[in-house]
């Protein structure tokens, strides 16, 4: 995924917000500055390069002391915003990897 692409885009601010998006935002207490800190100061830790309509990736940063994980999509002309949300510690390897099902 071109990080640098999506970090041009965010000062560009050609940002689009899904509602989803807007709505774990407000949910989750994150504010719109904190996940444009994130995408402009993370880091890729998962890309789903196969998602339609535009491939997307999970970045992982840091505000303060709150770990936050945004879901971006990067499209022609603008990223798109899917998700934001503080990771679970009992799902994640320093919030970097997902930690594998014990059946």
């Given at each position: ?82 998700t934001t ?19």
């Amino acid at each position: 995924m071109d990080y640098d692409k999506i970090k041009e885009l965010t000062k560009e601010k050609k940002v689009l917000i899904t509602d989803h998006a807007w709505e774990a935002i407000d949910k989750r207490e994150i504010s719109t500055k904190e996940v444009i800190s994130v995408i402009l100061n993370g880091e890729i830790i998962e890309e789903y390069k196969e998602d339609k309509p535009c491939p997307s990736s999970l970045i992982l940063g840091f505000v303060g002391s709150r770990s936050i994980h945004v879901l971006v999509a990067l499209c022609k002309e603008h990223i798109r915003i899917i998700t934001t949300y503080e990771p679970d510690a009992a799902k994640w390897v320093a919030y970097r990897f997902r930690k594998k099902e014990v059946k």
